[in-house]
């Protein structure tokens, strides 16, 4: 069965900084990766994906992620983060194989220090 | 687009009443799905639907749950009888399927969620 581990449970950051938040799955082929992100009150909003092509792909807010095959990661950087990044941020895998279900890990709150 | 609606957005009650969870996904899309999310356990998938029928439900974790989507456009989660550990996020989502041109055969998703109901089971 394929899993995903986000071994950060808490994260500070100062403002201005950069973020590197980790994320490793554990799947027999390349699945499609994930990262969304949940406010305080609010529901998940993806934050990028990665289906092919490019291992390094963009997203919204500045934030960008690489896939790294041989090391089986997915991990979401930000070069300078601001105060409204505070927020916790899953990382989530879905098969290739036609099934619709996505794989959550249990996600990485960020804090920002001023 | 309103995107993914979720009613009510705070539902308070007590023990052994019956909770009844909506949502109204956004139009067009072909899945649904219904997450649970806590502290202890983080996000769980629930259930979800394809073109308004059940397609994996193992999630549930009983029978006192239970899930409905009589048309495209709206579904409805179920507590009969409500516990105290009921207490939760419980999240909507939905997604249109979209082909792999990567893999003949092979589709993926881009799930969009609501913004939750959080239970409250006193």
């Known amino acids: 069965a394929q899993s995903v581990t986000q071994p950060d449970i808490h994260i500070t950051v100062s403002e201005g900084a950069s973020l590197e938040l980790r994320c490793n799955y554990s799947?027999?082929?390349?699945?499609?990766l994930f990262w969304y992100v949940q406010s305080p009150g609010q529901g998940l909003q993806l934050l990028l994906k990665?289906?092919?092509?490019?291992?390094l792909v963009q997203g919204i807010k500045g934030f960008e992620a690489e896939f790294k095959r041989s090391q089986s990661s997915f991990n979401l950087r930000k070069p300078s983060v601001h105060w409204s990044d505070a927020a916790e941020y899953f990382c989530a895998v879905g098969e290739r194989s036609g099934f619709q279900k996505l794989v959550f890990g249990t996600g990485t709150r960020l804090l920002v220090s001023p | 687009d309103a995107g993914v609606i979720q009613s009510p957005r705070h539902e308070v009650t007590e023990m052994g009443q019956e909770v009844t969870l909506r949502c109204k996904p956004i139009?067009?899309?072909?899945?649904l799905f219904w997450y649970r999310q806590t502290m202890m356990r983080g996000l769980e998938l629930l259930i979800y639907?394809?073109?308004?029928?059940?397609?994996?439900d193992s999630g549930m974790p009983e029978d006192r749950f239970s899930a409905k989507m009589p048309n495209a456009s709206f579904s409805t989660l179920k507590i009969q009888p409500s516990e105290p550990r009921d207490s939760a996020v419980y999240f909507c989502a939905s997604s249109l399927t979209k082909g792999d041109r990567g893999r003949r055969g092979a589709s993926y998703n881009e799930q969009f969620f609501g913004p939750g109901t959080r239970l409250t089971v006193l």
């Open positions: 639907f394809n073109n308004n029928v059940p397609i994996d």
């Open positions: 990665y289906f092919s092509g490019d291992t």
């Open positions: 139009s067009g899309h072909d899945y």
């Open positions: 799947y027999g082929a390349t699945p499609y």
